[in-house]
């Protein structure tokens, strides 16, 4: 729903520059350009985890502008003012409205494959914890979103991944492509959300796992 951001603009007087935060499908900067020709309009996602937000500001790990043709030259100064990051990019505003809903795609199908390993790990008898440390090891992989328990319940909730993910599924089943991957994931989530015994690890008082859950490190906006 984009009303809010048509309404600010409705009412935004003169020529201005406006950087959009809000997840917004592809294209959807480049129609708010078409729309008001007069303001130079840019897209800079957020990519903040609930339990870190303003950690995540000040320090992010990526910095994305991405920007129309008529807003291209703006691009450069609103980069400037945003915090450094390791990884600076200025591309077309499609480009990083797609990376924005693929990132958190991607991290409810980790939490879903994990969960799954979980189930097996449970029937066969080997300590999940384990082989989740081992795994985490791998720098390619990475410890986050491997925690099974949140909260008393399993799978991935919050403001952000179900949305992103459903959204990122109907703009594929509207270019007529097959997420099959993404679809199974989100099928698995609809399952884990239930009531689930405790996870002992992420039961533990005082254990960070227990405070690093799936939605708490999700993306906020």
Do not use: W
């Not at 990051?85 to 990132?103: D, G, L, N, Q, S």
């Not at 914890?129 to 925690?147: K, Q």
């Not at 991935?156 to 459903?166: E, S």
Request: some cysteine.
């Amino acid at each position: 729903d984009d009303s809010c951001v048509v309404d600010a603009l409705d009412r935004l007087p003169g020529s201005k520059t406006v950087v959009l935060k809000s997840t917004v499908l592809p294209g959807m900067t480049d129609e708010l350009q078409a729309r008001y020709p007069q303001h130079r309009i840019l897209f800079n996602p957020e990519f903040l985890r609930e339990a870190t937000a303003y950690r995540d500001l000040v320090r992010p790990d990526r910095q994305i502008v991405g920007c129309t043709r008529a807003s291209s030259a703006a691009a450069a100064g609103v980069m400037a003012i945003l915090p450094r990051a390791p990884f600076e990019r200025i591309c077309p505003a499609r480009e990083a409205e797609m990376a924005k809903y693929v990132a958190n795609a991607f991290l409810a199908i980790k939490v879903s494959y994990a969960n799954e390993v979980f189930d097996l790990c449970e029937r066969i008898g080997v300590a999940y914890d384990g082989v989740r440390d081992i795994v985490a090891a791998d720098r390619r992989i990475g410890g986050s979103h491997l925690d099974v328990n949140d909260g008393g319940y399993r799978g991935y909730a919050g403001k952000c991944l179900p949305k992103d993910t459903r959204s990122l599924l109907e703009l594929a089943a509207s270019a007529g492509v097959h997420m099959d991957v993404l679809r199974s994931a989100d099928r698995t989530n609809m399952r884990l959300r239930t009531p689930a015994r405790p996870h002992r690890r992420a039961a533990e008082a005082g254990d960070d796992d227990a405070a690093d859950t799936p939605a708490r490190r999700e993306q906020a906006a």
